[in-house]
Every structure is written in structure tokens, then in C-alpha cells.
């Protein structure tokens, strides 16, 4: 019986465990999905999610929340 705690902290732990990330635009108030691959490629995989410079697609708005949606069934 040997739990091992995971522990997710970068964009790259996060894509190891099928996690993903909800970008919320506070602007526009759209919701839309962050590609964690586009976004391990373009700024490495050892970076935190919060340190993402996210930009919304939608209105170009700087004030975005992030969610982090654990994988499914977990
Ligand atoms: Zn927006």
C-alpha cells in the first residue's frame, strides 16, 4: 500500500498526468481551453501554469484566471 503523492506543478507534470487548464477571461468572461502542448513547445514544459503569460483570444485581455481540471475518472 504505497501511495505515492503527485505532485503537479508544471505545464509538463500537468500533460504527464492528463491534466488540463481553463483560461477565463475577466474582460470578456469567455472560457475557453489552454493548449498545454502549444504551450510546453513555445515556453518549456517546466513551467507553472500560473507563470503563463496568457492572452485572451477573444479581446486580447490580460486578465486571465486559470483552472487547472484534474483528468477524468482521477
Ligand atoms: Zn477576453
New binding site residues.
Given amino acids: 500500500m504505497t501511495e505515492r503523492p503527485i505532485h503537479v506543478e508544471t505545464i509538463g507534470d500537468m500533460l504527464d498526468f492528463g491534466y488540463r487548464l481553463n483560461a477565463w477571461?475577466?474582460?470578456?468572461?469567455?472560457s475557453r481551453p489552454v493548449d498545454l502542448r502549444r504551450a510546453a513547445m513555445k515556453v518549456g514544459a517546466g513551467v507553472r501554469p500560473r507563470d503563463l503569460k496568457l492572452k485572451?483570444?477573444?479581446?486580447?485581455?490580460r486578465q486571465?484566471s486559470i483552472s487547472v481540471v484534474p483528468p477524468r475518472g482521477y
Avoid: D, K, N, W
Fill in positions: 477571461c475577466e474582460s470578456c468572461t469567455t485572451c483570444a477573444g479581446c486580447g485581455g486571465v
